[in-house]
Nanobody, 123 residues
């Protein structure tokens, strides 16, 4: 199982980016797919997750970020709008087949992780 995150970059505050995560090695339609991030000298934190449709979000990104999946392409996306300097971090995608709803925001519940893509938001 491999997850490949992409789409990071440098953007000014208020701008937008779309991250992508391509999954391979399995059929991921039944998997919970999530995004986490880790800023310098901070712990990894939950950003968003999705199973079938809709999504669950961290309070810090609600209303600004949208997670979506394209089951036919085994991909998920994270559309990030109204970016803030505090959104600067390495963003990781993650996947697991057996996560229950109450654990979607728990990083240790995910078995598979991508390599991360850096998002830098300048003020």
């Amino acid at each position: 199982v491999q997850l490949q995150a992409s789409g990071g970059g440098l953007v000014q505050a208020g701008g937008s980016l779309r991250l992508s995560c391509a999954a391979s090695g399995r059929t991921f339609s039944r998997y919970v797919m999530g995004w986490f991030r880790q800023a310098p000298e901070k712990e990894r934190e939950f950003v968003a997750a999705i199973k079938w449709s809709g999504g669950r979000y961290a309070d810090s990104v609600k209303g600004r970020f949208t997670i979506a999946r394209d089951g036919g392409k085994n991909k998920i996306y994270l559309q990030m709008n109204s970016l803030k300097p505090e959104d600067t971090a390495v963003y990781y995608c993650a996947a697991d087949e057996s996560i229950i709803m109450s654990s979607m925001a728990v990083g240790s519940a995910y078995s598979y992780w991508g390599q991360g893509t850096l998002v830098t938001v300048s003020s």
